[in-house]
């Protein structure tokens, strides 16, 4: 059974930071590719940042420069590293496994707030 459990958000103010934290377990952690999304209200999910199982990272545009994605396959655990937040970060954030070339191969995790307060 697969399992992701993300851990770290919560209220920070305007320029601070978080680091958000998902713990995977039932899948063969190191092949896997893993991601964060969010979604605000009213508005649809969106990618925030992927990493494959080769260490290969892409990032929405609006969090270039700001946020990093990591991997510990030791851990079974991928991390958001979120620096220098404002307002419009504010969302559920989500953590996403899935295998590239396997469409039906897709969980998600239960979701962490963040808010950021100006």
């Known amino acids: 059974q697969v399992q992701l459990v993300e851990s770290g958000g919560g209220l920070v103010q305007a320029g601070g930071s978080l680091r958000l934290s998902c713990a995977a377990s039932?899948?063969?952690?190191?092949?896997?590719?893993m991601g964060w999304y969010r979604q605000a209200p009213g508005q649809q999910r969106e990618l925030v940042a992927t990493?494959?199982?080769?260490?290969?990272?892409n990032y929405a545009d609006s969090v270039k420069g700001r946020f990093t994605i990591s991997r510990e396959n030791a851990k079974n655990t991928v991390y958001l590293q979120m620096n220098s937040l404002k307002p419009e970060d504010t969302a559920v954030y989500y953590c996403?496994?899935?295998?590239?070339?396997?469409?039906?191969?897709?969980?998600w995790g239960q979701g962490t707030q963040v808010t950021v307060s100006s």
């Open positions: 996403k496994a899935s295998r590239n070339g396997i469409p039906r191969y897709a969980y």
């Open positions: 039932g899948i063969i952690f190191s092949i896997t590719d």
């Open positions: 990493i494959t199982g080769g260490g290969t990272t």
